[in-house]
């Protein structure tokens, strides 16, 4: 099953950082007619005919149920914000990195997603978690982020399963490098927030359950497939 954006209306998490904006110029270029725009600063966003600012901490309850409530017509759900403390599982003093990565990176598009499934349900919707290509393998300098995104992954499978028999779409974007603050400390190359966006929403309205996006999320999918063990090592080495 395919997804349109011309028409959609859209609920995006994260708008305010890089990739967020690059969403919301792409989505309303391909002819979304609404963009609820979710962060937790939603109102220093550009002004966008249709682009409704949304103030919203995801790992609230109350808050994302306010949001869900205000926006019952959406269309598509993209689970977009994230935060990467870029710390290995040992290097850290405790464990708060690994707790912020966890509610954000994964209980968030949980809670998020329930909330808004049965809006999804009523108007054939679809949901769209951005997660990265290290959720299907660890880089230990950012471990716990990884793991948290690996959980997302799984939570994509699982959503999926769920809300397939309800005519619910659930796809899983997983790029490579972005040129983010998020990456600043890698010295590699990146693709531009605009390039991921692009990418990702095409592979949306292509139909695919999970979008590798740019060349190093494609490599390394190809590399995964003919040995996992052998990227395991190169990333536990600290190339990637």
Request: aromatic share 6%; with cysteine; proline share 4%.
């Amino acid at each position: 099953m395919k997804v349109h954006i011309e028409g959609s209306i859209v609920f995006l998490t994260g708008a305010t950082g890089g990739i967020g904006k690059a969403f919301i110029a792409a989505l309303f270029e391909r002819g979304a007619v609404k963009v609820y725009a979710a962060a937790r600063d939603a109102f220093e966003l550009p002004a966008y005919p249709g682009l409704v600012p949304i103030k919203l901490d995801v790992t609230c309850d109350d808050e994302v149920a306010a949001a869900a409530a205000i926006a019952t017509d959406v269309t598509i759900l993209i689970n977009n914000a994230g935060v990467n403390h870029n710390t290995s599982f040992m290097r850290a003093v405790d464990l708060q990195f690994a707790r912020e990565e966890i509610e954000v990176n994964y209980l968030a598009p949980l809670r998020i997603t329930r909330a808004f499934a049965p809006a999804l349900i009523k108007n054939g919707g679809a949901v769209l978690n951005v997660l990265a290509m290290l959720a299907r393998v660890n880089l230990p300098l950012m471990g716990s982020y990884c793991a948290s995104k690996a959980a997302a992954f799984s939570l994509t499978q699982g959503l999926r399963g769920e809300l397939a028999p309800a005519g619910v779409r659930v796809v899983a974007a997983l790029p490579g490098a972005i040129d983010t603050p998020m990456t600043a400390g890698l010295t590699i190359l990146k693709m531009t927030p605009a390039e991921a966006a692009a990418e990702t929403l095409d592979g949306l309205e292509a139909g695919e359950d999970e979008i590798y996006v740019g060349e190093m999320a494609r490599s390394m999918a190809e590399a995964l497939a003919k040995d996992a063990k052998a990227v395991e090592r190169q990333l536990a080495s600290g190339q990637i």
